[in-house]
């Protein structure tokens, strides 16, 4: 299909948006209840206990490190063995999108909320009736996102909100406006596209931001542009394809991919300089053959890891059923297999960065596949179906100072507050009885609190404090 060749004016407009957010009275935390206050309990799932210790497993099987993802509405963490879930959000509403950083502090969207849950607590950043995909940067300390009709006049010194990107900071304030989306046309104008901004991840140093772009109105056809934005450097742009776009572990360039089967605007393999945008093509069509790509990313040993197959040109059509391998990708295009067998479409893979495999979610299940690189190891189908997976810090989500958290106490007239329930489910989760799960600090709760504070050797009281909450929390997701 032939490749649009879009215009760059856009530059400037970017240039003119990535501005700083003005300074902003804090937002009210969870002490407020929500606009849409649940009376639905958290829903408490069991630990799946592994029936073998991890410590058991033969030497170089198993997850690298543990992984958090969304399964049964909730954050769950799946430990290295494969076959341990442990519960880490009690959410009343669903859970559907998910960041974490390398501080540990996780932030997450449930119902209409932008939540984040670390050593300070479970609180809420934002209310807004359209959040989607929020992103942590690796240092914790800001997060941006995308809002669909904003409430007009969330930003200080604007009266319009228009939709686009927006950036929090994680000590709470009013959202900054980052990047806002062109006004969406009646019809689409290939010579002169409007765009909407979509957050894909922070640079691995977190000084850069990676964006994608995507025409409106979308015409439901792949293919839109790569943007690489930071706050001392001018903006990058790019054509991007048809897979999510994913940074080398270094930082220095990004992987763009076109394949599986679809009316992908083009196939094969790219890299994209971060500083420049120049484009490299590793695996491109060829006259007799189609390479279909899905996932790459250059990991730290500075090889391109990811799933290939090889198509004849006159065997491709947008049914062909896609099976490809597990492969290492040189920057000259030569390909190594990694494991000898077909596989079926990956549909979500997460790499290790040191080189050791994949975890992938494919096509035909639901169930969260380990896939290592040594193709002597067997592949290890684990006990988790779930998305948004990603690889839990080596930091736990008490790793942060509690020094902004604000202490829960019994109220004397209860009301619903989300950090309330939240509690609540751990106590439960623990065998602390607190009553019914209704976000409202009433007498069952309190006497649930004293009791939890007398097993741990806490001073008395009925209060969660900072030393009882990194403890409840740290309690509630220790394997």
């Given at each position: ?264 605007v083009r196939f094969g393999l790219y890299l994209i300089d971060a500083a420049s945008g120049a484009e ?169 609190v004293r009791a939890f504070r007398t097993v741990h050797g806490l001073t008395p009281g009925d209060t ?16």
């Amino acid at each position: 299909m032939k490749r649009y060749r879009y215009i760059w004016w856009l530059f400037i407009i970017l240039c003119t948006a990535c501005t700083s957010a003005p300074d902003a009275a804090p937002l009210r935390s969870t002490a407020t209840p929500s606009v849409e206050q649940s009376t639905t309990a958290p829903t408490i799932f069991p630990t799946i206990a592994s029936t073998v210790p991890p410590t058991a497993a033969p030497s170089g099987t198993g997850l690298p490190a543990p992984v958090y993802l969304i399964a049964n509405e909730q954050v769950m963490r799946l430990e290295p063995d494969g076959n341990r879930l442990t519960q880490i959000t009690y959410e009343p509403q669903p859970v559907y999108d998910l960041s974490v950083a390398t501080d540990g502090t996780l932030v997450y969207l449930t119902g209409n909320e932008l939540v984040a849950l670390d050593g300070n607590g479970r609180r809420t950043l934002l209310r807004e009736q359209e959040i989607s995909r929020p992103r942590i940067s690796p240092d914790g300390q800001q997060i941006v996102y995308h809002l669909t009709n904003p409430t007009p006049g969330l930003v200080i010194g604007r009266d319009d909100s228009p939709d686009g990107i927006y950036l929090s900071q994680i000590t709470g304030g009013r959202p900054g406006l980052l990047i806002a989306d062109d006004p969406e046309p009646d019809v689409a104008d290939f010579s002169h596209p409007a765009w909407r901004y979509l957050p894909v991840a922070w640079s691995p140093a977190g000084e850069r931001l990676l964006l994608y772009a995507v025409m409106r109105p979308e015409m439901g056809i792949p293919g839109g542009e790569a943007v690489i934005i930071g706050p001392d450097v001018s903006p990058v742009r790019t054509f991007s394809c048809c897979e999510e776009e994913l940074w080398s572990i270094d930082g220095r360039d990004i992987a763009v991919a076109g394949g599986g089967p679809g009316p992908d605007v083009r196939f094969g393999l790219y890299l994209i300089d971060a500083a420049s945008g120049a484009e490299k093509a590793v695996l491109a069509p060829t006259a007799t053959t189609i390479p279909l790509v899905r996932a790459p990313q250059r990991l730290a040993d500075g090889a391109i890891y990811a799933f290939v197959e090889l198509v004849p040109t006159d065997s491709y059509t947008w049914e062909y059923p896609f099976q490809p391998r597990m492969v290492r990708i040189t920057n000259d295009g030569t390909i190594t297999p990694l494991r000898r067998e077909p596989l079926a479409e990956p549909i979500a893979v997460l790499w290790d960065a040191q080189a050791r495999g994949a975890l992938v979610r494919f096509a035909t299940a639901n169930t969260l596949v380990w896939l290592p690189i040594d193709a002597t190891l067997p592949a290890q189908t684990t006990r988790a179906e779930g998305i948004a997976f990603t690889w839990a810090p080596s930091a736990d989500l008490t790793a942060r100072d509690c020094s902004g958290f604000t202490d829960l106490a019994p109220q004397p007239t209860p009301q619903y507050d989300p950090a309330v329930a939240d509690i609540q489910g751990r106590l439960a989760t623990l065998g602390f009885d607190p009553g019914h799960i209704d976000g409202r600090f009433g007498p069952l709760t309190a006497a649930a609190v004293r009791a939890f504070r007398t097993v741990h050797g806490l001073t008395p009281g009925d209060t969660i404090d900072c030393a009882s909450w990194k403890l409840l929390l740290h309690w509630s997701i220790v394997p």
